[in-house]
T-cell receptor
Framework: DQQVKQNSPSLSVQEGRISILNCDYT??????FLWYKKYPAEGPTFLIS?????DKNEDGRFTVFLNKSAKHLSLHIVPSQPGDSAVYFC??????????FGKGTRLHILP | SQTIHQWPATLVQPVGSPLSLECTVE??????LYWYRQAAGRGLQLLFY??????ISSEVPQNLSASRPQDRQFILSSKKLLLSDSGFYLC????????????FGEGSWLTVV
């Protein structure tokens, strides 16, 4: 059973426009959510996180929105830049220290 | 500052051979430690996590095992590799207690032939 779902395997966005990456989860015990960016043959790097007590967190070009009632979160990147082309992973954790990842969305930034 | 290292970076192993991947964390005490695997075309699958020395939780039944002989050392092992064990293995750490960011190592590419 996949507890963290990223239903779009890939996404293409024009440079300078907004990229929106989506993530759904099924476990209502999750209370902390994270986004990671990954280049090929490298470890994922942390981008931004959000606690379940908030519905929005912003850091520079990156904003994460959390809709607890819909069990949905999204990552907005604006403006999108060529270096943003990578695979983005959504992750979630409950209080048991396990951190579960989605399957990732490959973002292509088009010139 | 905290750092995490894992090795070897790449290895090619024959089917049936043993495996040992090592990971160490510096600059922190009593971290949570994790092993993930990214198989071709798939997401990050949690294999094992540990909240303390000798405490290992296994998430996926398989022919892999993990050990934590020291506070900041995490080892992934296998006695006999299968072709399906090929993938990109990632060690990670976090501060204990839940609700914390995890930080990944550089990853280890394993190809079983």
């Amino acid at each position: 059973d996949q507890q963290v779902k990223q239903n779009s395997p890939s996404l293409s966005v024009q440079e300078g426009r907004i990229s929106i990456l989506n993530c759904d989860y099924t476990n209502s015990m999750f209370d902390y959510f994270l986004w990671y960016k990954k280049y090929p043959a490298e470890g994922p790097t942390f981008l931004i996180s959000i606690s379940s007590i908030k519905d929005k967190n912003e850091d520079g070009r990156f904003t994460v929105f959390l809709n607890k009632s819909a069990k949905h979160l999204s990552l907005h990147i604006v403006p999108s830049q060529p270096g943003d082309s990578a695979v983005y992973f959504c992750a979630a954790s409950a209080r048991d220290d396990k951190i579960i990842f989605g399957k990732g969305t490959r973002l292509h930034i088009l010139p | 500052s905290q750092t995490i290292h894992q090795w070897p970076a790449t290895l090619v192993q024959p089917v049936g051979s043993p495996l040992s991947l090592e990971c160490t964390v510096e600059g922190t005490s009593n971290p949570n430690l994790y092993w993930y695997r990214q198989a071709a075309g798939r997401g990050l699958q949690l294999l094992f996590y540990s909240v303390g020395i000798g405490q290992i939780s296994s998430e996926v039944p398989q022919n892999l095992s993990a050990s934590r002989p020291q506070d900041r050392q995490f080892i992934l092992s296998s006695k006999k590799l299968l072709l399906s064990d090929s993938g990109f293995y990632l060690c990670a750490w976090s501060v204990g207690g839940g609700g914390n960011t995890i930080y990944f190592g550089e990853g280890s590419w394993l190809t079983v032939v």
